[in-house]
């Protein structure tokens, strides 16, 4: 570290040997640099874009389950929401009025005597 400390002090000639040397060293480093980087880069951007795929995917799937399920709980919202339809009178007789014909059904059981 303290070479570091000293060198970072250094007068004007210590940065423009410094600047020289990464000049010089430039063309040989960044082309092998490139090299590795290059297939590195690659590989990543392929890794994304099956991540991406496969998470496409998987929000397909989740939007049709919950789809599904939004449908389910509407069709049994709806269901118990639903009015039981009312008993209506047959034409001519009040609600809860019986006939003669009724009670006779009702004795019997259905069955005609």
Partial sequence: MALLDNGLKGTALTGLAIGIGAAVLAPVVLPALAGVAKPL????????????????????????VTEDLWAEAKAETEAETEPEPETKAEPGREEGETTTFDQTQAETGGQAS
């Fill in 41 to 64: 880069a690659k590989a990543a951007m392929k890794s994304g874009l099956i991540l991406f795929n496969k998470g496409k995917e998987l929000a397909s799937e989740v939007g049709e």
